[in-house]
Nanobody, 126 residues
Framework: QLQASGGGLVQAGGSLRLSCAASGPTFSAYVMSWFRQAPGKERGFVAAISRDVAITHYADSVKGRFTISRDNAKNTVYLQMDSLKPEDTAVYYC?????????????????????WGQGTQVTVSS
């Protein structure tokens, strides 16, 4: 089970840090990712991190502004969001997959994940 938190309302240029806490003893066995969904749009990939934190992937739209990280001892994955823009407004979801494929194209596909958090709202005002 995944529990996302940390969303809120922030002005453009501001920062937020999202957290996703996982229950169960096998967190380190999962590749973890963040997706987001704005009203009227499909759920889109934001960032992913491999089990051993050696590999990260980012959507082009957030590269250089967002940072994904994880703490396997705390069963938690984070998304540090800086220089936020109004177009970052969305519900943000964490997701987990046990797939062995850690390639960017594979991890961008929502159907490749079998565990999802409930989502946390991020609103960026202009």
């Amino acid at each position: 089970q995944l529990q996302a938190s940390g969303g809120g309302l922030v002005q453009a240029g501001g920062s937020l840090r999202l957290s996703c806490a996982a229950s169960g003893p096998t967190f380190s066995a999962y590749v973890m990712s963040w997706f987001r969904q704005a009203p009227g749009k499909e759920r889109g990939f934001v960032a992913a991190i491999s089990r051993d934190v050696a590999i990260t992937h980012y959507a082009d739209s957030v590269k250089g502004r967002f940072t994904i990280s994880r703490d396997n001892a705390k069963n938690t994955v984070y998304l540090q969001m800086d220089s936020l823009k109004p177009e970052d407004t969305a519900v943000y979801y964490c997701a987990a997959t046990q797939a062995n494929n850690v390639g960017s194209y594979y991890l961008r596909v929502p159907s490749h994940y079998n565990h999802w958090g409930q989502g946390t709202q991020v609103t960026v005002s202009s």
